[in-house]
């Protein structure tokens, strides 16, 4: 089975063995002087975990990661340009924990939430693209949720790999060199992205099971007792039918046309 | 079918039609004088929701129900005792909107999120039960998701209602006077509660369907991508097993401990 067919048809839980094995293979820990490395089962080594947070961000997509990152025995550090308080879809302000210039530089995580309209301001930002491109270059994992993967691909994070975003903008991905998939959480290689807003639960729960191993991250997915349950069978554009993603898409189509010429100028810019 | 089997056995969507029962019968809108009410598709009214914000609660108990709420043409206040922010457990504080004092009287959604430690000790706090009691007097909706049912129950609200709450302490409600119920959302006449963390974007889709109509929630449920795909199946006790689930009560042990007392007491002050 090649590559495409792996995390296409089988998802998350094949993701998980990819991950698992690099896990596994000692590449999480690294061997020592002393002998062969603890496991992360024995002697869990702290997780550094930067956290992209921006203005006008969709706060779940953040928050929902976040909580599991929470129970992961992280440091986790909410990264923007500056130390001012970001606002947020939902009213609620976040306080930054440190900035582009101050963040650890070695990151196990780097990780972007999501938001149409503070993704398209956030593609064109330089600032922000070269934050992002330098920490990934260097992190173990790169990450996103939602409309979060677009920056990613602006900071030419996403150039020959699979990946995925919300639904209404996943077809972007290719204008930044990425192969768009269609799954709740896409992994290759060691970029994790998720669709949209709720699909952060899910991606959270992934990547625990690839940082801290697939025990622990059972026990988190407990903790949160994520047995979901949706009440509508409406969750993606194909079971909510034409007609209902339609007037979703009618309603945000001024923001969908600015996301769609702020990629094409990404794909421009990353061609030269 | 008796109202036990009907919420127990089909769950969400046996809820969805109790509540939209409701709205149909045109409970949500009311008469006027001019004729018949006009339907909640031609001219939606802005809906009054409260949701109760408190040092040490789960965040994504707040943001996963405020996310669905946000997107209801609602008026959302984050009331506390005062205008303080509030800590979390992922550390991000949260300023209130309004304060009880300042809080509308007439309420379409009182909301109360869990976190264990946050709950155990508002649960003693007569400034919070005064206001939650006298708000879920006459609100439309009394909800929760998490532990925070612990707080509408030692408020008085849950005495012969059937409900739920985070899987670790759901048996505490019968000493509130509640049946204890097992399922992703217990809807029981005006009373929502929701099981642990995750469950409150499963409650807030199925309220959605009550204050919006159906139609209306679809497209929420499609806006936030709602289609989970969970890594493990390990969302309830039963799902992980005894060996996980005891593992996680042990970790906890001394605040289960705590909420269990705090219980006791409610329950005497209740008999009384």
Redesign the interface.
């Known amino acids: 089975m090649n590559r495409r067919d792996f995390t296409r048809t089988v ?3 094949a993701a ?1 063995a990819v991950l698992g094995g690099r896990v596994a293979a000692g590449e999480a820990t690294g061997a020592t002087a002393q002998g062969p490395p603890p496991t992360e089962a024995t002697r869990p080594s702290p997780l550094a975990i930067a956290m992209l947070v921006h203005p006008d961000m ?3 997509d953040l ?2 990661p ?2 599991v990152f ?1 129970l992961l025995m992280a440091k ?1 550090h ?1 990264v923007w340009k500056d130390a001012e308080p970001v606002p947020t ?7 930054p ?1 440190t900035t582009f210039a101050e963040c650890p530089e070695q990151l196990d995580v780097v990780f972007v939430p999501g938001g149409l309209k503070g993704t398209v301001a956030a593609m064109e930002d330089r600032e922000v693209l070269d934050f992002l491109a330098r920490r990934g270059r260097s992190a173990r994992y790169v990450t996103s949720v ?1 409309t979060g993967s677009l920056l990613l691909g602006a900071a030419g994070l996403l150039q020959g790999y699979r990946a995925t975003s ?2 209404y903008v996943r077809d972007l991905l290719p204008m930044m060199g990425a192969t768009m998939a269609v799954d ?2 896409v992994v290759d290689r060691n970029r994790l992205t998720g ?5 952060g ?2 991606f959270g ?2 990547l625990a ?1 690839a940082l801290r191993g ?2 622990y ?3 988190v ?12 069978g ?4 194909e ?2 039918g034409a007609a ?2 339609d ?2 898409r009618r309603r945000r189509a001024p923001l969908l046309a600015a996301a769609k010429q702020a990629a094409l100028r990404v794909k421009a810019r990353l061609a030269t």
């Open positions: 998802g998350a839980s998980l969709v706060l779940l928050v929902g976040q909580t929470s986790v909410l879809d939902v009213g609620i302000m976040v306080q924990t939602c919300h639904w709740r959480v669709g949209g807003v709720t699909a639960i899910d729960l992934t099971g697939e025990d991250a059972r026990r997915q407990l903790v949160i007792e994520y047995d979901p349950k949706p009440p509508y409406s969750g993606t554009p079971t909510a209902v993603a007037e979703v």
